[in-house]
């Protein structure tokens, strides 16, 4: 029997365990991702290396214009730097699978030892941002969506696109200006983290960054959300809920959430790997010691070591929430586990 291709390109067919067995279930289709995560990132380690080759020389970066041809030469042999592009690249890819990063050229220290203390202080904003924006973007769009095409609906949709639209920036200034300058006054302007205290000590500091991550993934998410929910609600199953005389909030906790939220699931993922990267702009913009001000130090400074192992976490942020997301997807939709 030929099979016809479903949501998310699963296949259809009448014997659900037959479909299990052909495609392997769920650790088949992890497997499969995870082995074109592995890919993905190969081909990115080939583009970070090429990019990075484009900040100039090292050396000359931390000697500066008068230095000497022979202390030149002297530093990139100490560097590691006076071999061909392609064995650097093989000795920097073989120190990744190793799990070594490499030194940073300006301060001669591990680079894990180095971002460890930045990556703690960026993770505690992402999850700040998550927790607050996820279930606030189901909520908005899931609200929006039992009230569609209603007044209600009308201007919430136009605000998120109004948020949607401004940069990161943007809402950072107008944050400042509304609580930190001349309107409020009432939290710091910059988010400062002391040398060895962690961002949770004080507490005051993460709120404005905070708000700007989730002001700028809220909108994408909950539109995203506004679309399935009405998708589902309009389904025949939950007609056919409704019919059989079962309260509206059992339909819609029972029913219909279970089955809208997936596909919300990629655009969630979406949103939290923008976060990894997009983190950056607002670090900056707020003076917060997280992995942006590392990222844009070692650029300003040829710090090559450090530039690829950002780019490289980051990368890999992108390939495990979109794995994550997509596992999720079909664990909480029904449809998809039965069809799997």
């Known amino acids: 029997m030929a099979m016809v291709s479903g949501p998310y390109g699963l296949p259809e067919d009448g014997d659900h365990s037959m479909t299990w067995f052909r495609h392997g279930g769920i650790p088949a289709f992890v497997l499969r991702r995870l082995l ?109 969506a039992l009230r569609r095409e209603k007044s209600v609906d009308t201007v919430s949709s136009n605000l998120m696109l109004v948020f949607a639209s401004l940069p990161d920036f943007v809402v950072a200034v107008l944050l400042v200006i509304f609580f930190s300058t001349t309107v409020l006054h009432v939290l710091p302007a910059i988010s400062p983290v002391p040398p060895g205290q962690l961002p949770w000590n004080n507490p005051a500091i993460l709120i404005l960054p905070t708000v700007t991550l989730v002001m700028t993934v809220v909108p994408y998410i909950a539109r995203n959300m506004r679309g399935s929910m009405i998708e589902v609600l309009e389904s025949d199953f939950v007609e056919m809920a409704r019919l059989k005389g079962l309260p509206e909030r059992v339909v819609l906790i029972r029913h219909a959430l279970p089955n809208a939220i997936g596909p919300a699931f990629q655009s969630i993922a979406l949103s939290l790997a923008y976060l990894a990267g997009g983190i950056v702009v607002v670090e900056y913009a707020f003076n917060y010691p997280g992995i942006g001000s590392a990222l844009k130090d070692a650029v300003a400074n040829h710090d090559v070591p450090v530039v690829q192992a950002l780019a490289m976490l980051i990368a890999a942020v992108y390939v495990v929430v979109n794995l994550l997301a997509d596992i999720a997807t079909i664990l909480v939709t029904p449809r998809l586990r039965t069809r799997l």
């Open 36 to 144: 074109l995560g592995v890919l993905v990132l190969a081909l990115v380690s080939v583009v970070v290396f090429i990019a990075t080759q484009a900040l100039g020389d090292p050396a000359q970066a931390l000697l500066g214009r008068d230095a000497t041809p022979e202390r030149l030469a002297a530093l990139r042999q100490e560097l590691n730097l006076d071999v061909s592009p392609f064995e650097q690249y093989l000795n920097w890819l073989g120190g990744l699978m190793q799990g070594s990063l490499g030194d940073s050229l300006t301060t001669q220290r591990p680079v894990a030892d180095l971002l460890s203390g930045r990556l703690v202080n960026s993770g505690v904003l992402v999850l700040c941002a998550a927790v607050v924006s996820i279930p606030l973007s189901i909520a908005l769009g899931s609200w929006a």
